[in-house]
């Protein structure tokens, strides 16, 4: 008897510290991002997926959306013609009506509004000045959006757009070489970016004063390969860009096993946050919605993840002390 009362208090020794060290983990953080935020019924399918899962969001928002025809032509991006938007504009005054509704109501449910400029152009050869710019149309577009439509504006909408917008995404992923859109993001107020690309899932890096994080490349497929986690870049690969609704399904479960596994490497491993973006389009019939939605009710209700905005990411990555300056010795 003694020897198996010896033995058992030998394998509770060993395994204690294990368990400690489990209980010690930080949390995996889940970072759920869409740009452009204009389809009315997507932010409604979003929020409640959100509700439902105890999740917030981060909605990086295209201001043309809150733009009606008169506003339309009276819009200039740099170096555009006047008028001209890649992704459009608001087809009626309603429809930007329930636009703001649903960004208003998103950001009392604690969800980060954020900006994704106005226009979705390509930024890459775009100065300070021209950021600048933009970022002031953003900004002026948000301010005068309510009475713009004829509504009166909720209490607290001014101080959200001087003070609430925290983050920016360029269009495309696509940022001005050098520290042209860095400056003009820190002059504007903003205090995060996530349009980097990193190798795998990474802790964001401190430049000029800006917090950057970037979308991971994940593995995925029957071989593998690595791809951006975005909704668009799985259309690409799955479909060449062109929608596919038949084989749906097959692109579903593609996407959520890419989706999982990336989440359980760093949830058995490092927990480095995991960050993948969406756009307001359902892709390939809905594919990559119904495969977010399933990885965000599979995680989302585990006491030791959460699935948070960027603006909630940042105190807890910075309690972790992983906040780090950029290193550009080797650009």
Avoid at 50 to 71: E, I, K, P, V
Avoid at 88 to 114: K, P, V
Avoid at 197 to 214: C, L, S, W
Wanted: glycine share 8%; proline share 4%; hydrophobic share 40%.
């Amino acid at each position: 008897m003694f020897r198996s009362i010896s033995s058992a208090c030998l394998a509770l020794s060993v395994a204690l510290p294990a368990a400690a060290s489990a209980a010690d983990q930080p949390k995996q953080l889940v970072i759920i991002s869409f740009d452009g935020a204009h389809d009315n019924a997507l932010w409604q399918k979003s929020r409640e997926m959100a509700a439902r899962n105890g999740a917030h969001f981060t909605y990086f928002l295209s201001c043309t959306f809150l733009m009606n025809q008169d506003a339309k032509k009276a819009y200039q991006a740099p170096h555009q013609k006047r008028g001209k938007s890649n992704v459009g504009f608001a087809q009626s005054d309603d429809e930007i009506r329930e636009r703001l509704g649903n960004i208003w109501h998103a950001h009392l449910e604690g969800h980060d509004i954020s900006s994704h400029a106005c226009g979705h152009f390509d930024g890459r050869q775009w100065s300070t000045a021209d950021w600048s710019e933009e970022y002031a149309t953003f900004k002026a577009t948000l301010k005068n959006a309510w009475k713009g439509v004829g509504l009166a504006e909720p209490d607290g909408w001014q101080d959200l757009v001087e003070h609430g917008i925290k983050g920016f995404r360029a269009p495309y992923l696509s940022a001005s070489e050098g520290s042209d859109m860095i400056a003009a993001e820190k002059k504007a107020g903003f205090t995060y970016d996530a349009s980097l690309v990193t190798k795998g899932p990474a802790m964001p890096v401190v430049e000029d004063g800006v917090i950057r994080f970037g979308l991971p490349l994940i593995p995925e497929g029957p071989k593998d390969r690595p791809i951006i986690g975005m909704d668009y870049n799985l259309f690409v690969r799955h479909s060449k860009g062109e929608e596919d609704a038949a084989d749906s399904k097959t692109f579903e479960e593609r996407s959520y096993a890419a989706f999982k596994e990336a989440f359980d490497k760093q949830y058995a491993g490092d927990r480095i946050p995991l960050q993948l973006g969406f756009h307001f389009v359902e892709m390939n019939g809905g594919a990559y919605w119904r495969a977010l939605d399933r990885l965000v009710s599979d995680v989302c209700h585990r006491a030791d993840v959460a699935c948070v905005s960027y603006s909630e990411a940042i105190p807890t990555i910075e309690a972790r002390g992983k906040l780090k300056a950029q290193d550009n010795s080797a650009l």
